[in-house]
């Protein structure tokens, strides 16, 4: 048999095993027939590939790239410095280096060329120390939220909400209106038919749902000013943008999670670096140069040169801006789950943070892939074997999602 991917399904395959959803549904039995109603609604229902019968795929079973053994072995070589940090023995983790690295050789073996990182700039670190707090108040631009996000959590909580008062507001600003449309007519849902207003798309989402990504896209449109010495801000987002689609994907494998609220949750788990970059730039400068020249994951080189780490700029910045308890508890423990007692939306963050890391091209600021939290991962309760349909459900909809956030060109209709 072969998994082929639901985008390359076709009528006429035969499935060589049960066809259910993430969350167990049965949909199609072993030896079934894919019709082309079958197709059509398929990814409706999250399923991201199918075991098909070898006899009928046809020539897909041969289409398979030929790894040549250099291709491998700079694949290899590079992975195992990316994963310095990870213990190579842990199920889940050897199951994520082998399929980076089969992925990686391929590309290689097809010319992909394996990125470097930018150069930093030499800068004189200071003296002055500046506290967590420090960094968070004093700049209206960080203690405040976008106004059309604030009257749109007003309008909410006034006795009088309704759906077409979140629809006019949101509908008043084009940008995010746009945005919306975008994302809700997009694979990330796949909804058999297109959706042209924002009231049908809060009814179908749901008031709460569509609030949520409406604070995703304001925050991403919020920091537009860090130095791009510093960071490449699109490289950022695109990280963040994966992070969100890996801890959405797990989150569908759960049953009574939001997993709008876990896309949005991964989207911004790293907000705390941005607000690190803007306030202390040449401080932070001083804490990547020690984690590319101690191989540290970023984190951890935060703690040592600042004495706190960007996650906990961003449990501040949360509770600033009044953000709910698991968002707050989502970008503030991303990397230390057991702070807020392992709580099930910080563990799928944790491990959807190491898995954009590892899966994705960006290279923030430095290579290494942050440590996975054992305790983490067991609190999930899914296997290794979510794997390699979680890391291609991603990729479908990666491309689609970035340009909902990262379409610069939006921002100049308001």
């Not at 790894?67 to 590079?78: L, N, P, Y």
């Not at 006034?158 to 995010?176: F, G, T, W």
């Not at 910045?317 to 698991?326: D, I, S, V």
Request: hydrophobic content about 45%; proline content about 4%.
């Amino acid at each position: 048999m072969t998994r082929i991917f639901v985008d390359d399904l076709t009528a006429g395959m035969v499935l060589a095993e049960d066809l259910v959803t993430p969350k167990g549904r049965f949909i199609l039995a072993e030896g079934a027939t894919l019709q082309a109603n079958h197709l059509k609604i398929l990814k409706a229902w999250g399923i991201t590939e199918a075991c098909i019968a070898d006899e009928s795929c046809g020539e897909m079973a041969d289409a398979k790239i030929e790894v040549d053994d250099q291709s491998a072995t700079m694949a290899r070589e590079f992975l195992l410095e990316k994963f310095s940090a990870l213990d190579l023995e842990h199920e889940l983790i050897a199951e994520l280096f082998r399929q980076v690295h089969l992925n990686l050789s391929e590309r290689i073996s097809t010319g992909y060329s394996l990125p470097v990182l930018a150069p930093l700039p030499q800068t004189d670190e200071g003296t002055t120390r500046t506290s967590p707090a420090q960094m968070i108040r004093g700049e209206i631009q960080l203690a405040s939220l976008p106004n059309v996000y604030t009257r749109i959590v007003e309008t909410l909580n006034s006795p009088r909400a309704s759906s077409s008062a979140i629809a006019d507001i949101v509908s008043k600003d084009s940008s995010l209106s746009i945005r919306l449309l975008r994302l809700v007519n997009s694979a990330f849902y796949g909804f058999p038919a297109k959706i042209d207003s924002i009231s049908r798309g809060i009814t179908l989402l749901g008031t709460n749902e569509l609030t949520t990504l409406a604070l995703g896209i304001s925050v991403v449109r919020l920091f537009q000013d860090i130095p791009n010495e510093m960071i490449n801000m699109e490289t950022f987002w695109k990280h963040s943008i994966r992070c969100g689609l890996f801890a959405q994907v797990l989150a569908s494998h759960k049953i009574g999670l939001s997993e709008e609220k876990l896309f949005v949750g991964g989207l911004l788990h790293d907000v705390g670096r941005l607000v690190m970059l803007r306030k202390i730039p040449e401080k932070y400068t001083r804490a990547i140069h020690l984690s590319r020249e101690e191989k540290l994951p970023l984190y951890r080189a935060e703690q040592k040169i600042l004495h706190c780490d960007h996650a906990e700029i961003g449990r501040l910045l949360a509770k600033e801006w009044h953000l709910t308890g698991p968002l707050t508890q989502m970008i503030g423990g991303h990397h230390s789950p057991a702070m807020d007692r392992f709580p099930m939306e910080a563990c799928i963050v944790h491990v959807a943070d190491l898995l954009a890391h590892a899966c994705g091209d960006e290279l923030l600021m430095t290579t290494h892939i942050p440590p996975l939290q054992v305790k983490a991962w067991e609190t999930l309760g899914l296997s290794p074997s979510i794997l390699i349909p979680t890391i291609h459900q991603v990729d479908r909809l990666f491309h689609d999602i970035v340009r909902v956030f990262l379409d610069h060109s939006l921002d100049n209709d308001n």
